[in-house]
């Protein structure tokens, strides 16, 4: 079935540099979500993207989404300790079920 | 307003006890969804249910049964537990597809452990 492999698995920063994270996908998604769940937390809701080549900003993240919405990317500027913990893309699938992807845990040294 | 409210927090059980996983939302929800977390496995989705009375299977079904008990409830029951079903346990909801952005609230989670 569609999946959606994220990368990097794992990712330690120091304070300060820029982190990125990719969601990858063999085929067309409809749409994709970003989640941040903190350490020992739940998933919080980040964003959403639905258009071709869409580019939306909080602060310091930048979130994209391909030309093909086949892949994602998820962009923080100048990392903070706040910025730590996982990081999760996820898609609506054709029954309205959303799946997520394996997450990318930032770990940020201060 | 509490969003999603889980129990019980934690849980161990023996292999072959059952026991229900309760959560509840009062949010005017739609849909309700059944997430297992095991580390490196991201969030994998057990059951579902878009709208009331009716449920779904996700990626993982196997092993676990839920009811959709009216619109604010969906239980999650495991009937003879093992220890493969040691998980952190997370019940999420939205408003569902027909709000056009299928956005999920997560309650925070119960850990279970099963020896």
């Known amino acids: 079935g569609q999946q959606v492999m994220q990368i990097p698995q794992y990712q330690h920063v120091q304070e300060g540099e820029d982190f990125t994270t990719y969601c990858n996908s063999s085929t067309t998604l409809s749409n994709i979500q970003w989640y941040k769940q903190r350490p020992g937390g739940h998933p919080v809701f980040l964003i959403q993207l639905v258009k071709s080549g869409e580019v939306k900003k909080q602060k310091r993240l930048t979130f994209q989404f391909g030309e093909a919405k086949k892949n994602s990317s998820l962009h923080i500027t100048a990392t903070q300790t706040t910025d730590v913990g996982t990081y999760f893309c996820?898609?609506?699938?054709?029954?309205?079920?959303?799946?997520f992807g394996q997450g990318t845990t930032l770990q940020v040294k201060p | 307003n509490a969003g999603v409210t889980q129990t019980p927090k934690f849980q161990v059980l023996k292999t072959g006890q059952s026991m229900t996983l309760q959560c509840a939302q009062d949010?005017?929800?739609?849909?309700m969804y059944w997430y297992r977390q095991d580390p490196g496995m991201g969030l994998r989705l057990i059951y579902y249910?878009?709208?009331?009375?009716?449920?779904d299977k996700g990626e993982v079904p196997n092993g676990y049964n839920v009811s959709r008990l009216n619109k604010r409830e969906f239980s999650l029951r495991l009937e003879s537990a093992a220890p493969s079903q040691t998980s952190v346990y997370f019940c999420a909801s939205s408003e569902g597809e027909v709000s056009g952005a299928n956005v999920l609230t997560f309650g925070a989670g119960s850990r279970l452990t099963v020896l």
């Open positions: 949010m005017n929800h739609n849909s």
């Open positions: 996820a898609y609506s699938g054709n029954t309205g079920k959303l799946i």
């Open positions: 249910s878009a709208s009331e009375g009716t449920t």
